[in-house]
Nanobody, 112 residues
Framework: VQLVESGGGLVQAGGSLRLSCAAS????????MHWYRQAPGKERELVAT????????IYPASVHGRFTTSRDNVKNTAYLQMNNLRTEDTAVYYC??????RGQGTPVTVSS
């Protein structure tokens, strides 16, 4: 049972990144999935939720209109497209399928 994130890195403010979350060992299509982030010294923040079929997505105001999550249940992979990145988006980003498993995280650094 595993979630593996990839796609993080260093980007300038205003740029874009696409994170991936590859699932294995469980029935990925049976669960909603969440993306979280945690910056140093800050609380963990939920940044996206996607329903099992991918037909419903929810975002907080802090990322709404800039972040888009999607999923491919054939490939057992979810994605987080992040556009118009800001320095305050710098954090480690995790995918999470409660109560099954959480990924190890991928760091995103946005420079000014």
């Amino acid at each position: 049972v595993q979630l593996v994130e990839s796609g993080g890195g260093l980007v300038q403010a205003g740029g874009s990144l696409r994170l991936s979350c590859a699932a294995s060992g469980f029935s990925f299509s049976s669960y909603a999935m969440h993306w979280y982030r945690q910056a140093p010294g800050k609380e963990r923040e939920l940044v996206a939720t996607i329903a099992r079929a991918g037909d419903i997505t929810i975002y907080p105001a802090s990322v709404h209109g800039r972040f888009t999550t999607s999923r491919d249940n054939v490939k057992n992979t979810a994605y987080l497209q992040m556009n118009n990145l800001r320095t305050e988006d710098t954090a480690v980003y995790y995918c999470d399928v409660p109560p099954i498993v959480r990924g190890q995280g991928t760091p995103v650094t946005v420079s000014s």
